[in-house]
C-alpha cells in the first residue's frame, strides 16, 4: 500500500512560474525523497532530505520536511517546459514507499 | 558509466504464460530493488536484495512471483501463470550500499512494460 500522498494531483502552470507540490506521509521514516517521471520513463532522483533537516536546495529545486507535520513540499522555481513530468514523493522506511504522484505539465 | 539497464522494454503475454525480466544494476551496488507500477500509480515495492541474498520479499504479490540474484549483480523477476492483473511496468532499481536502515539514492532503469492478453 501506498503512504505518500501527493497534492496536487495534476498541477498546469506557465513556463517561468513557480510549481509546488506537497506530500503527506503516516509513519516515522529515515528520509524523503522526490523523483521525477518523464512519460514512459524510469524514475530519476531528484533528492534527499533526512530525518533531522528541514530544508534543503538543488540547483531551481527546495524542498522542506516537517515531521511533525509528517509533510513535505518541493518547489520549483521558473519552471521550464522541461520540467514537464510526475513528481513523486518517496517515503523511506527501511525501503522506498512511493505516494501516486503529481502531474506536472509547464506550458511554454 | 552504464546505468540501470532492463529487458525486455516491452514484454506481451497471453494469460497463464511464464515471463521473465531481467535487470542489470549499476555494477558494484550492493542493494537491487523490484517494483510495479499500475497505471496512473506509484511504483510499489516487490523485493529487496543485498548481494545475492533476499532480505525482503514482502512486497511480493502471491507466491507466482519470484525473484533471484544468484551472483549478486544481475537479477531476474519471474511471474508464473500470468494473469491480467500482472500488467503493470516492472522497475528495477540499485543503491550502492547495503544499509537496510536507509535505502539512500536508488537508481531506476527503464522498466519492463507487461501486457497480459
Known amino acids: 500500500s501506498q503512504q505518500g500522498e501527493e497534492d496536487p494531483q495534476a498541477l498546469s502552470i506557465q513556463e517561468g512560474e513557480n510549481a509546488t507540490m506537497n506530500c503527506s506521509y503516516k509513519?516515522?521514516?529515515?528520509?524523503l525523497q522526490w523523483y521525477r517521471q518523464n512519460s514512459g520513463r524510469g524514475l530519476v532522483h531528484l533528492i534527499l532530505?533526512?530525518?533531522?533537516?528541514r530544508e534543503k536546495h538543488s540547483g531551481r529545486l527546495r524542498v522542506t520536511l516537517d515531521t511533525s507535520k509528517k509533510s513535505s513540499s518541493l518547489l520549483i522555481t521558473a519552471s521550464r517546459a522541461a520540467d514537464t513530468a510526475s513528481y513523486f514523493c518517496?517515503?523511506?522506511?527501511?525501503?522506498?514507499?512511493f505516494g501516486k504522484g503529481t502531474k506536472l505539465t509547464v506550458n511554454p | 558509466g552504464a546505468g540501470v539497464s532492463q529487458s525486455p522494454r516491452y514484454k506481451v503475454a497471453k494469460r497463464g504464460q511464464d515471463v521473465a525480466l531481467r535487470c542489470d544494476p549499476i555494477?558494484?551496488?550492493?542493494?537491487l530493488f523490484w517494483y510495479q507500477q499500475a497505471l496512473g500509480q506509484g511504483p510499489e515495492f516487490l523485493t529487496y536484495?543485498?548481494?545475492?541474498?533476499?532480505?525482503?520479499k514482502s512486497g511480493l504479490p502471491s507466491d507466482r512471483f519470484f525473484a533471484e540474484r544468484p551472483e549478486g549483480s544481475v537479477s531476474t523477476l519471474k511471474i508464473q501463470r500470468t494473469q491480467q492483473e500482472d500488467s503493470a511496468v516492472y522497475l528495477c532499481?540499485?543503491?550502492?550500499?547495503?544499509?537496510?536502515?536507509?535505502?539512500?539514492?536508488?537508481?531506476f532503469g527503464p522498466g519492463t512494460r507487461l501486457t497480459v492478453l
Open positions: 532530505i533526512r530525518s533531522n533537516e
Open positions: 555494477s558494484g551496488h550492493v542493494s
Open positions: 532499481a540499485s543503491s550502492l550500499f547495503g544499509d537496510r536502515g536507509r535505502s539512500g539514492t536508488q537508481y
Open positions: 518517496a517515503t523511506d522506511v527501511g525501503r522506498l514507499v
Open positions: 536484495f543485498q548481494n545475492e541474498a533476499q532480505l525482503d
Open positions: 509513519t516515522s521514516i529515515n528520509n
